[in-house]
């Protein structure tokens, strides 16, 4: 059942919100509601910040720094990919729609429960481990200890 | 734009933007930074079945696929974490004395 009701509307509007449909589609001039320009929105800033994300990963000097880039950068631009995916889902204000939001909300929820949770964790092994945070005087042993260039 | 060329867009700007942390993973001085970008990777993974999703309409498949996927890699990251916390050798002794007074608190309380 679901699975009809999935391929109906990636065609077109349909379905039981037929009112709300046809409100979003009276916004549309160019091929775009409403709800899919700010999904876009919303997806291009989590592609920012999960550039951000990449680039700290990449080119910080220390586990403890890089942990602090991936923790939150990552975090961010999940949730906000995902919501924007969500808002671009709900195109149609179908019933199966509102399922997938819920279902995206879900999977929000869940990656900003956990993703702190998992940084925590393993923030605590390293630094029980011994894992050296950089500091001014070993710096260069570290970018050297890293063999990058 | 329409919405399909974006959802491709973002994909494969997902995709590329996971080079550096694979980078990481590879090079990672230490396993844990490795594991920090491991997480990094499966977490943006679950993103991604989202994209591929919405890409070929099946998203009601592709969200279980996703939660299923994050739920596994906090299972995994959490599971490695504590693996490596407690059997990784211990060459200096800094961490033997940060590690000593919190065991008297624990003792004391």
Known sequence: MSMDVTDSFVGGFSLDFGFLAEASAETTHAGLSALDVCGMILVSVGLVFFLGAAVGLYRFPDFYTRMHAAGKGDTLSSLLI?????????DDF??????LVVKLLAIVLFI???????????MRAGYEDGVEPVTKGSSSKNTKKEGES | MTTEGFTVFAGAALF??????????????TSFDRLVAVNVIGTKTAVLLVVIGTLFGRLDMFVDFALAYALLNFLTSLAVARYLNRTRSM???????????RKKKAKAS
């Open chain 1, 82 to 90: 995902l919501l924007g995916f969500g808002l671009i889902t709900l």
């Open chain 1, 94 to 99: 179908s019933m199966v729609g509102w399922l």
């Open chain 1, 112 to 122: 900003m429960l956990t993703s702190p949770t998992s940084t925590h964790a393993l």
């Open chain 2, 16 to 29: 590329v933007l996971m080079l550096p942390a694979l980078y990481r993973v590879a090079v990672g001085p």
């Open chain 2, 91 to 101: 060459p200096e002794k800094k961490p033997a004395k940060r590690r000593a007074p």
